[in-house]
């Protein structure tokens, strides 16, 4: 459904997006992570015919950008960074304006549809000036969804939204998941990457890394195990180098009176790991499994990004 | 035809909320109806031994060559000739202002880009600001210049109201009038979409009403008057210089310089 191959944007001098290769299949939730600055605004402005690419190409609901624009853009809803409704209009003629431009059929009947889904139908005669920010995101949304685009893309769609507005906003996202719609979200959200999108793309000007969030918290060189131990300091490095020569272990940390060991299948591994530990004479009290937050995951990769740069 | 309706549509329901912009639509036509009506009421109230009567009639005389006219419908025809240029730059005046917010004043509120992403092209979304920009200003013009030919009906020689339906000048007001206001409308939203600040659109797009003013310091002083063949083919050059300027004006405006320059 979007597809790019060598996407790059150069604003003068300024490299803001560099060779970028996606292939997001119909219905997939794609999430686009990356920090302020990364480029994402810029990636979507390309895919949605706002900007032109300086090099390579891309193609959205089956259309290339820079050749079919009109007909990208009739297929595809956006959701700005920020809302940009007219506040001086109603709700409803917020709504109406955009109907018209897409040339929705039953444009009232769409407006009435969206506005009571985001539970704004009996605000629909107050101005768009009077909204909380939240009611606001939720009817900037309504507006990009009116022609009931297959592409809908939402740049920080939950971004300076209080907890409960965050939530009303996220169960939407889930619900139009639901539709079968490609949706194309750029956050820093990570906890709402993790939950929303079947895969995520780390970004900073280029692609750093894409994968689902599972494998992504799985990270590199396998899972990771701490155990606990009752014994002294300085017993530690001998363990760690009865765990190193084992096949199983790929690797292996120490962290005050814990070791910390990478396995790729901790549970078939850990009772030779268990054994090897009591025959070394270590006093064992608790083992568990490390879950890295995509947070983790995402600061470690940008880290890199920032190294490389 | 459908989308440049909705853009219409659309600024007039945001202009109009502004109750200011309401006001000054309303207020600069009734301000132009009442000034040759002044005029008119203090040339009734001077008598014909006043030495400003006098030249009054005088320069009408050598105006009005050739026409059959007394003394008093001579100063009163010419007194309206006068003023008809103010009916024809007035529409001119409103909407510049209109102009020039809309495009930057839709970025500043960062309802530009969404609206961009709409399969609406450049060549629509203009038409759209630039007609809805200048309509209120010339339908209000055309409305108040009705209402200055039913009132001086009752004021002015019958000989005298004949001027205010001269083919020529219904062309000044009808259709010269308008087509200054589509050029200086066109000049507006070229610099609303080149520059950043609305209040810079605003200061810029006033220079534009200047050689308008001009035009109309010297009608109305008497420095030099519109002819006949003048009006014709200001007619015809503003209408070239029209279609030109709208040509323009729509390559000008550069969606990826506006929404990545502004920021």
């Known amino acids: 459904m979007i597809k790019t191959t060598g996407l790059t944007k150069k604003f003068n001098e300024h490299l803001a997006v560099d060779r970028l290769d996606l292939d997001i299949p119909p219905g997939e939730v794609f999430g686009f992570l990356g920090p302020n600055g990364a480029g994402k605004t810029t990636t979507v402005r390309m895919l949605t015919c706002l900007i032109c690419p300086t090099a390579g190409q891309a193609e959205v609901a089956g259309y290339k950008v820079g050749q079919d624009d009109q007909a990208i853009r009739q297929r ?6 920020t809302p940009g409704l007219y506040d001086r209009l109603t709700a409803w003629r917020n709504l109406l304006i955009y109907a018209d431009l897409y040339e929705v059929d039953n444009g009232p009947k769409q407006i009435e549809k969206y506005l009571k889904l985001l539970d704004l139908w009996d605000r629909r005669n107050d101005t768009a000036g009077s909204f909380s920010k939240g009611m606001r995101q939720k009817l900037a949304i309504a507006r990009s969804l009116l022609h009931e685009p297959e592409v809908l893309f939402l740049d920080e769609p939950t971004s300076g939204l209080d907890p409960e507005a965050s939530k009303i906003v996220r169960d939407f996202i889930i619900n139009l998941k639901g539709e079968g719609r490609t949706i194309f979200i750029c956050t820093h959200n990570l906890n709402e990457a993790s939950h929303l999108c079947d895969r995520v793309g780390l970004f900073r000007t280029q692609l750093r890394v894409l994968d689902t969030p599972a494998a992504l918290q799985k990270g590199k060189g396998g899972r990771q195990v701490v155990f606990h131990l009752a014994d002294a300091a300085e017993n530690l490095p001998r363990y760690q180098n009865a765990l190193v ?4 272990v790929n690797h292996v940390d120490i962290q005050n009176n814990k070791l910390l060991i990478r396995l790729d299948n901790p549970e078939q591994d850990n009772p ?13 009290q608790f083992v568990g499994e490390v879950r890295h937050s995509l ?3 995402y600061l470690q990769l940008m880290r890199e990004a920032g190294h490389d740069a | 035809m459908h989308k440049i309706k909705t853009i219409i549509l659309k600024e007039w329901a945001e202009v109009f909320k502004n109750r200011m912009v309401l006001f000054t639509v309303a207020f600069l036509p009734l301000l132009f109806l009442a000034i040759p009506q002044f005029s008119l009421q203090s040339l009734a109230s001077m008598e014909a031994s006043d030495t400003e009567m006098e030249e009054m009639i005088e320069l009408a005389r050598v105006c009005q060559q050739g026409a059959d006219l007394t003394p008093m419908e001579c100063a009163e025809s010419y007194m309206l000739e006068l003023f008809i240029v103010l009916f024809m730059i007035l529409p001119v005046a409103i909407p510049v202002t209109i102009a020039a917010y809309s495009v930057v004043g839709e970025k500043t509120s960062k309802s530009l880009e969404p609206l961009l992403a709409t399969p609406i092209t450049t060549t629509q979304l203009l038409l759209g600001k630039g007609i809805a920009a200048i309509t209120p200003a010339v339908v209000m013009t055309w409305l108040v210049y009705g209402v200055h030919v039913g009132i001086s009906y009752f004021r002015v020689s019958p000989a005298a109201w004949g001027t205010l339906l001269d083919p020529l000048w219904l062309v000044a007001v009808f259709i010269l009038g308008p087509l200054l206001t589509w050029m200086t409308v066109t000049i507006a939203l070229m610099v609303s979409s080149r520059v950043s600040d609305p209040r810079v659109a605003e200061q810029l797009t006033s220079l534009v009403v200047v050689p308008i003013v001009l035009l109309m310091i010297g009608q109305t ?3 030099f008057l519109l002819s006949r063949e003048l009006i014709l083919i200001a007619a015809i050059v503003i209408a070239v210089v029209d279609v030109i300027l709208t040509y323009f004006c729509i390559q000008l405006f550069q969606r990826e310089t506006i929404l990545t320059r502004w920021n």
């Open chain 1, 76 to 81: 595809v809803g956006i959701l700005t960074e």
């Open chain 1, 245 to 248: 020569a084992m096949d199983e």
């Open chain 1, 272 to 284: 030779a790991i268990i054994r090897t530990l009591v025959n070394e004479g270590a006093h064992l």
């Open chain 1, 295 to 297: 947070e983790d995951v």
């Open chain 2, 221 to 223: 002083t008497g420095l």
